[in-house]
């Protein structure tokens, strides 16, 4: 399926093509035109310099597809406003070829991107918000699985978690893979919801 470039600059846009490959990328250059041609889970990199992108409907738009908010003055308090609209992802719309390219594919995979920073931020603010929860999940963890919960309750990033539980940090990452398979998540954030 094409990816969806909303953006007036074409040399954003060249970069964008550049890193995903030409074939798979169509520029449009207004959300009516989004909107209208948009298909059902399709991906698209906005461009958040464009001229009132506000004005969207962007809750309808990030409900019919994948939608990445790309902004060159990234800014956590836009990442969160983004992410409320339903936004599957937020990064710097001038990130690398690699990191594009893993932006992509994690929002293609059904998971959710955000910056280092802004994970951390919203999963502390996720842990402050949700419910205590009945706990029953914690029938399903082993004890390790737990503290890792606990860990990313407050943010903390992988190699954090290791560094705090003294175990390596592909231990961590394994930890994680086993509760997202566990609870039926594709990523830190789902889980942390999941779990309430």
Request: aromatic share 6%.
């Amino acid at each position: 399926m094409k990816i969806l470039l909303l953006t007036l600059s074409e040399a954003l846009a060249d970069t964008w093509r550049a890193a995903l490959g030409p074939g798979r990328c169509w520029r449009v250059a207004d959300t009516a035109t989004l909107a209208s041609t948009l298909e059902p889970g399709q991906t698209v990199l906005v461009d958040l310099a464009m001229p009132a992108v506000d004005a969207a409907n962007w809750p309808a738009l990030c409900a019919r597809a994948r939608v990445v908010a790309l902004s060159s003055v990234p800014d956590n308090a836009e990442g969160v406003a983004w992410l409320g609209r339903g936004a599957a992802g937020y990064a710097h719309a001038y990130s690398t070829e690699d990191v594009l390219c893993q932006v992509v594919a994690t929002v293609e995979g059904g998971a959710s991107w955000v910056g280092r920073e802004l994970l951390a931020q919203l999963c502390r603010q996720l842990a402050g918000r949700l419910p205590a929860g009945d706990g029953a999940w914690r029938d399903k963890v082993t004890a390790r699985e737990a503290e890792v919960v606990a860990a990313l309750r407050r943010g903390l990033s992988n190699k954090e978690i290791a560094r705090e539980l003294s175990i390596a940090e592909r231990t961590v990452k394994a930890h994680l893979s086993h509760l997202f398979e566990k609870f039926g998540v594709e990523d830190r954030l789902q889980l942390l919801i999941k779990l309430g």
